[in-house]
DNA sequence: CGGCTGATTGATCCCGGTCAAATGAGGTGG
DNA sequence: CCACCTCATTTGACCGGGATCAATCAGCCG
């Protein structure tokens, strides 16, 4: 952590920039000035939506960054006849669509899955934030470097693993990143996302992914009750999954 | 395109940085000087490699930023036990991972289907070039964005269609993405990648990936041939496709 | 209490994987 | 020019993971 973080982090326990910040200076440590500026452009718009939610859609005009503060959504395409694939799970710090204004419309829909708190920066705004301080800029783009390589590692789930890996791997990664933000407490952590939710990021029907669940959970992997997962033999979980976190560039610094 | 655009093209028809030019220009309207200068970047080093080389490895240091000049590339990952997923397909004109050289290792491999000629540049060149001129900035960005946008699309192709869906879209993006660099002649283009690669693209085995191309012969909608393609109806193969361009955000302007 | 959404279970089916072999097209050395 | 090898494509037979269809169950809320 750069010298001023802890600092500025410092009774300030419900501030909701703080997931912001740790996810950026994860990938790059941040300068005080850098901190202090992420702040205050996170603090100019602040928005909220319920769960379910789109807050944006597919054909959209594609102009607005948005910086997640708290709660999940997604991304997702929806094919005409009803079949839709989850194409990346969006949590607390995240940061969307660094730059999305050099594009005209937006190719995919943007749903929230809970209740989230966000705030949204024009394009000058954003243009602002990364021009003042290098450190920034080069969180974002690694940021959005980042994203893009867990995507990618989306498609090979996607293509090449069965369901159990499949599963089991995206629990692997959601507990990675969500450590990062300090959403894990121990090898637990909200998981609040439906089981038709996660069949539509794992490409499978709600009917199996359900068998495949209770699959890990007899395996005695992992519990999940009441919107809550707890993670029983990590190294057991990874090797099912071979999981390898290498792809999620996270404490790059 | 711009003014000084045509006139730089007459008379180099062999000219091998054509395709970096008319693919950034589709995103961007390039000035004069950027077009110069991205011409003259990729003239700095350019390298040649054969088919089936491994140009950078998953675990090597990620600094070189490649632009694309001619021939066909991927990326891919292995899993452990051999099964492996293409991940994106690398076409002339396509430049890869601008600003990579912020993550410290690659996360995946890059490999030639083709012999390829392609031109390297570090941190510093490609600074400089992006630095020089806002149109070849504000262009890579945008080529970042569409990869992104494609490897997303590729992840929906992956979870939720079936094989001759999944086909025939690959070969509908194809189509329009080698359109854009002038490597399609009326409805037919080059098409060198073998059965097992197109299976690792479309996560089938190369079994059934044969029979789905047999299927896609069968129904008059495609000649696979001699490593060349031919697209006898292309509404037809977009409507078995659910094939939608917008993804691909081509002439954006 | 009724209605709704989400989780679970059971039965059946089929798309696409796997295994195995045959066919074809270069390429190369004798 | 032919024998042989390798790599890619094609075909056939069989099998299984996961989809589909259809109920049932469990909270939750008005």
Redesign the interface.
């Known amino acids: 952590m750069p010298g001023g973080l802890g600092k500025m982090l410092a009774g300030r326990e419900s501030d909701q920039e703080q997931s912001v910040v740790l996810r950026l200076n994860s990938y ?1 440590r941040l300068s005080d000035a850098g901190v202090a500026a992420i702040r205050a452009a996170a603090r100019e718009r602040v928005l909220k939506a319920g769960a379910g939610e789109e807050i944006a859609g ?2 959209d005009r594609a102009d607005t960054i948005r910086m997640f503060l708290s709660g999940w959504a997604c ?1 997702y ?1 929806a ?3 009803g ?3 989850i ?2 799970l969006i949590l607390p710090g995240d940061t969307c ?1 660094a ?2 204004y ?4 937006m ?2 829909s943007i749903l929230t899955l809970t209740p989230i708190v966000y705030s949204e920066l024009d394009r000058a705004a954003f243009e602002r934030l990364i021009s003042a301080d290098i450190t920034v800029a ?1 969180a974002f ?2 940021e ?6 867990v ?6 789930n ?4 069965d369901a159990l890996e499949r599963v089991a791997h995206i629990i692997c990664e959601l507990y990675e990143r969500l450590r990062v933000v300090g959403q894990v407490d121990g090898s637990s952590f909200a998981f609040p996302v439906t089981q038709m939710d996660l069949a ?1 990021t ?2 499978l029907s709600t009917v199996h992914l359900n068998r495949t669940l209770q699959e890990l959970r007899a395996a005695g992997l992992i519990t999940l009750r009441d919107r809550n997962l707890t993670i029983h033999d990590l190294q057991a979980l990874r090797s099912a999954a ?1 999981f390898n976190p ?2 999620l ?1 996270l404490d ?1 610094k």
């Open positions: 790059r597919e054909g991304r395409k094919l005409e006849d079949r839709r694939q194409v990346s669509d730059h999305i050099l594009l005209s419309t190719d995919h080069e783009h690694c959005m470097l980042a994203a893009r390589a995507e990618r590692e989306w498609a090979v996607l293509g090449r693993r539509d794992t490409g071979m290498n792809y560039h790059q």
